[in-house]
């Protein structure tokens, strides 16, 4: 073998996971050369999670990505030969009738997303999975895709690290960690090891457990921590003796008691002749800093694997037991039972993608080996095309807050995700417990006088409703429907239907001091978001206005979402409290890479902001800003942006509206804002929660909002917020954008559905939350178009102005035409539903004073 090397393109630092190992092959495929891949174990990882996972991979969950990387990562093994597709099963034990809700509210994600889980009972259950107790399940899913990584996915990692050095792209150095990294004006130059120092333009850091030491490197964190995870051996078991399989069985998943089950073959093969059982932690999570993990030398079985206590799991084995006896019945193998650490997130998913700190640095943490070769690929794609083929918000490192990377934040979160890996059932508003009351708007102890039902975005606490508005049921009760069923109704309080309804007959003011804002200044200010928005941001007539636009990608899809304040000497972007930070690093990176010469600064919290919306806002403003007049239309035109005076406090006024009422936001420094609030309360104004804003009443108006109805999977013209004309400058994705825009029609629209009838099989009356596959009535299949893309609904509210739940969802284009009846599926039943609105085509509009039917 040739020297250490002296330099290379890429460094990839853990090489021999399957995540290193997976991002090596992908880069190779998509024409990377001169990589070097370290680690400081054996490659394979002989210390690794990779070394002792389980291997199994299902292909259920309730996002759109994560079943993405799942399939692509099963099709991956397969085409290898080192996948067995043995299905899996997932149970409900009798009378947990909660758990069976929620087996088939997987199923029915399972069909938006594209896997074949399907529903099976009790006797089928127990044929496809003979050691079960038939009488202790009441139900569960088959999934027919899941399977076994064989003979381990550590061997797999093994062969794509020996495919990538045999193609002479890669070079590999097993025992080798880094030591550190060296960093150049912002930008990765190199990483120290023991035998050397390799520079290199990019870094992909890829180690597992230990990521966050690596980060630690360049002063950053990664929000993510391992978690002992009980995996127990017992046998032997030898059904299978002879066979040659690795695998038997399906997989068993009993996710009311956190566990698992599966056979481990014949026992000739890898860990052949036993049951696994393996369990997740739900009370006291056992969480492992990186820092405290041991080195090899001082491991009694390795790095990843530590010591397991039987109190740990004597309560769920015996529950375990209860459900399959053979677990009592066969001798427990104590020598190979441990803990196994994997990682668990604080951030709801992967870190991955760029540092926020350094250029050309790359993140791949916080993955499981049912989604390594996915990853591989988004990040091999992402450092080539500088995008995805699907949207990567939820895994992008950018994303997170500074606050969301401080050790008491990681710790309390990543706590509480190891409680939930399995049980129990995570609805898709809960909020977590841990990590809050981090930011408050000036006024928050005004809106907890008025009692509010608060959740949390991006550190603000946020109102969605207030308790001292429920007297409006009294008035609005009979059109504010009581939620039945408890999962519709958990995390949402009936009451902000009510302020709904009350806003948009007189007014209200709401707290919208999450929005993110960063300012763009300097020579090329102006210049550098003209390239960046799809909408005009340049010319004197935009000076003193607020531009709605878009970013888009190379391909022309919708990346971003937001406005651009243009003033005299810079551009103000707002932006919502979920993409601020991940858009922030996005401008910043672009300046760089083009030259620009501007300066990019977060405002976020040194401005506040309040909107007043409602047919008497107009009027209700008047009664407390200096000059009354300026607000008349003729004064004050819809997208202007003017300073008014409201209790002695300079405010920016901007006239927009995201509820459809007329209105406007005010913006004002953080210490003029309880002056504000104040004032605007002491005319009698009504404050009304997020919920009205940022859900049901932007739904009756047809608002698309971003990271759900807008993805870069799809064009500004199949979201309908493509400009009439396109602008004569240049702008990132421009040219895909006029190819579009050419075509007789969009392989898909975005479109507004209302639930016909929503009575459940008992006679239920129920109000839809998460995403539902969209059905043709006809064949009973999901509607899939043009370009394979799945028909799911990206948002759904209530709307109480209609008294109808309204739905939106990317229909292909020979489904997206008004009065198509269609049906959507909700924990696999199935609901009629219409297109009423093909594009942007509000059911209810306050100019013409009465909804759409």
Known sequence: MAGFPEKAKVVIIGLGGIVGASVA?????????????????????????????????????????????????????????????????????????????????????????????????????????????????MGGMFDPDAGLVIPRSQTVAGKLVDAAEKSSKLQAFANTPAQSLIVENGRIKGVVTHRGTIVADHVVVCTGLWGRLIAEMVGEDLPVMPVDHPLTFFGPYNEFEGTGKEIGFPLLRDQGNSAYMRDTGDPKTTEGGQIEWGYYETDNPRLCHPRDLLEKDQARLSPSQRDLDMEQIIEPLERAIELTP???????????????????????????????????????????????????????DWMTD????????????????????????????????????????????????????IKRSPFYEREVELGGYFMELGGWERAHGYAANEHLLEKYGNRVPVRENEWDSRHFWRVSNAEHLAMSEDCGIVNLSHFYMFDVEGPDHVELMEWLCAAKIGGDANIG????????????????????????????????????????????????????????????????TIGIWGPNARATLKKVVADPGGLDPENFSFAAIKPIEIAGKTVTAFRISYVGEQGWELHMRYEDGLAVWDALRSTGVMAFGVETYANSRRMEKSLRLQNADLLTQYNLIEADLARPKVKEADFR???????????????????????????????????????????????????????????????VAFGPTLGKNIALAYLPWAYAQEGRKLNVEYFTETFPAEVVGVGYKPLYDPENLKPRN
Request: charged share 25%; aromatic share 10%.
């Open 25 to 137: 092959h992908h880069l190779v495929e998509r024409g990377w050369d001169d990589i070097v891949g370290i680690d400081k174990s054996g490659i394979p990882t002989d210390i690794g999670s990779t070394a002792h996972a389980s291997d199994f991979c299902y292909m259920t969950s309730h996002d759109f990505l994560s079943c993405w990387t799942s399939l692509y990562s099963i099709d991956f093994y397969e085409k290898m030969g080192h996948y067995a597709r043995i299905g899996g099963l997932e149970v409900a034990r009798t009378g947990h009738d909660t758990w069976m809700e929620e087996i088939k509210r997987k199923v029915s994600s399972g069909r938006a997303f594209g896997t074949r889980a399907h529903l099976v009972t009790p006797e089928e259950i127990k044929e496809k999975f003979p050691l079960i107790e038939q009488d202790k399940v």
């Open 545 to 608: 206005k607020g531009i709605y636009t878009h970013f888009l990608d190379d391909e022309g899809n919708v990346r971003a979402d937001l406005t651009v304040i243009r003033m005299a000497d810079r551009c103000r972007v707002i932006d919502g409290a979920d993409a601020g930070p991940r858009d922030f690093h996005y401008v910043k990176r672009v300046a760089e890479d083009k030259g620009f010469d501007v300066t990019i600064t977060d405002v976020s919290e040194k401005y506040v």
């Open 386 to 437: 500088g995008r995805t083929e699907i949207d990567h918000n939820s895994i992008d490192y950018a994303r997170f807050y500074q606050h969301q990377l401080k050790e008491d934040f990681i710790e309390g979160r990543t706590r509480e995700a190891a409680q939930k890996i399995y049980y129990p059932a995570v609805h898709p508003r809960e909020p977590y417990a841990t990590g809050r009351n």
């Open 733 to 795: 994705g421009k040219a895909k954008h006029l190819e579009y825009k050419a075509r007789a029609n969009q392989p898909a629209m975005l479109c507004t559905l209302v639930l016909t009838d929503t009575k459940d099989a008992k006679g239920v009356a129920r109000y839809p939350v998460g995403s539902m596959p969209v059905v043709d009535p006809a064949t009973g299949e999901v509607l899939v178009d043009e370009l394979g893309r799945r028909s799911y609904t990206t948002s």
């Open 326 to 380: 053979i677990l009592g019945e066969l001798g427990y193998n104590e020598s190979h039972s441990f803990n196994g650490l994997l990682q668990v997130s604080a951030g709801g998913g992967a870190s991955c993608g760029e540092s926020q700190k350094v250029r050309g640095l790359w993140y791949c943490v916080g993955i499981w080996v049912k989604d390594g070769p996915g990853y591989g690929k988004l990040i091999a």
